[in-house]
Each structure stands twice: as structure tokens, then as C-alpha cells.
């Protein structure tokens, strides 16, 4: 079995999952996108894959923790 790896990247003023060298879908927040890679990372699971998934800090994005603008500003 292979290595399932899932970065999230920022893209934009979105984000998107990088898999497989292709990075298709735009998601609005980092969460979002880390909810859609751990669903992902579930069925190589279950196939039996080793698996990695990495994400940024708050530093990416708008500098906050979840990639989205503060709605406190």
C-alpha cells in the first residue's frame, strides 16, 4: 500500500487539499478543507494506506486560526 498524504494549502482567499500532485477543490476555511482531507484520509484507512496531513499555522490565511477573516475586527 501506498502513502496517503494531504496537504492544506492556502490558495488564494480560499483553501484547497494537495493530493496526489492535484489540488482540484476550494474550500472557505482551513477547517473546512481539514475536515474534507480527514474524511479523505478515512478511506485510505480503511484500504489499508499509511497516511500523513499536514496544515499551516495562523500565520497563513488572514493570520488567524481557522484561514478566514476575524469577524471581530
Same mark, same amino acid.
Given at each position: 500500500? *501506498?502513502? +496517503?498524504?494531504?496537504? %492544506?494549502? !492556502?490558495?488564494? $482567499?480560499?483553501? $484547497? %487539499?494537495?493530493?496526489?500532485? !492535484? =489540488?482540484?477543490?476550494?474550500?472557505?476555511?482551513?477547517?473546512?478543507?481539514? !475536515? &474534507? &482531507?480527514? =474524511? +479523505?484520509?478515512?478511506?485510505? %484507512?480503511? @484500504?489499508?494506506? !499509511?497516511? @500523513?496531513?499536514?496544515?499551516?499555522?495562523?500565520? =497563513? *490565511?488572514?493570520? $488567524? =486560526?481557522?484561514?478566514?477573516?476575524?469577524?471581530?475586527?
Amino acid at each position: 500500500m *501506498g502513502l +496517503a498524504s494531504y496537504a %492544506i494549502l !492556502e490558495k488564494g $482567499t480560499s483553501w $484547497t %487539499i494537495l493530493h496526489d500532485g !492535484e =489540488a482540484p477543490n476550494e474550500y472557505a476555511s482551513k477547517e473546512a478543507a481539514f !475536515e &474534507a &482531507a480527514v =474524511a +479523505a484520509a478515512s478511506l485510505a %484507512i480503511r @484500504q489499508g494506506h !499509511e497516511g @500523513q496531513a499536514c496544515w499551516p499555522g495562523r500565520e =497563513a *490565511g488572514y493570520k $488567524t =486560526a481557522l484561514g478566514v477573516p476575524d469577524s471581530h475586527s
